[in-house]
């Protein structure tokens, strides 16, 4: 396979229901970005094992001159494990978490195949797992001891490969409380930007690390959002 090969997927039922991520390469390094903010961000996996997501760089310009912008284009970085001989090892997880309803989302062009990925049931999410395996996926059974289902694999000119799995988890009872916002550092979409400072609510895209080597995304379209006055804002203690 030619070095530009991508592989696409979303949440979709008879319609599109998520941003198409997509899965893209250049030689060694491994990349990925969502249809959604395709202009905005991008994650990183480069072959020295430096993980980042990051804004683009025109994106970066535009929004420097504002208040409260974020002083650099990493939202954040890491560094993944080393590839194992057996098994695989995590690198990224796509979680895309269930509330209610899922919204319709923004066709995808029939020039553009994408793979349809059932959207979970409430108070559960699709996670899909980016890891990277010395192992061809397609010849075992499960890479380690993980039951998941496979997506897709490439093997990279180093001779590695990186595998896409999925499977369901289910989410805790607080995941979607309302909470203040944020700083900036978080791509905010839904609040106007005249309401962010007395917003509370769900990020659309929230980045973070959950252990070491490995960043977790979550991609949050059952967003719940609601403006408060000042003066109904709980209080600290």
């Given amino acids: 396979m ?3 090969d991508s ?6 039922d008879t319609i599109v229901r998520s941003e198409c991520w997509t899965l893209f390469f250049n030689r060694d390094d491994v990349y990925l970005t969502g249809s959604a903010f395709k202009k905005e961000l991008k994650i ?3 072959q020295s094992g430096v993980c980042q997501a990051a804004l683009l760089e025109n994106f970066h310009s535009d929004i420097a001159k504002k208040d409260n912008a974020p002083p650099t284009r990493d939202i954040i970085r890491w560094k993944r494990e080393p590839t194992p001989h057996e098994g695989g090892k995590v690198a990224v997880y796509i979680q895309f978490a269930s509330y209610e309803g899922w919204p319709e989302a923004e066709p995808i062009a029939p020039s553009k195949p994408y793979k349809r990925l059932l959207p979970p049931p409430f108070m559960s999410c699709r996670t899909v797992t980016l890891s990277f395996s010395r192992e061809d996926p397609r010849a075992v059974s499960v890479l380690g001891n993980w039951g998941d289902a496979y997506l897709y694999s490439k093997q990279l000119p180093n001779g590695e490969f990186v595998c896409l799995m999925h ?3 289910r989410l805790p ?7 203040p916002v ?3 550092r978080l791509l905010l979409k839904g609040i106007d930007e005249v309401e962010a400072d007395d917003a509370r609510g769900i990020s659309y895209l929230d980045f973070s690390l959950t252990h070491e080597g490995c960043g977790r995304v979550h991609s949050l379209h059952n967003m719940r959002l609601k403006s408060f006055r000042r003066s109904n804002l709980p209080t600290s203690k």
């Fill in 44 to 46: 990183s996996l480069h």
């Fill in 182 to 184: 944020g700083n900036r």
């Fill in 2 to 4: 030619s070095s530009n």
């Fill in 167 to 169: 499977h369901e988890d």
């Fill in 7 to 12: 592989f696409r997927f979303a949440i979709a």
């Fill in 173 to 179: 009872w607080g995941f979607f409380d309302f909470k």
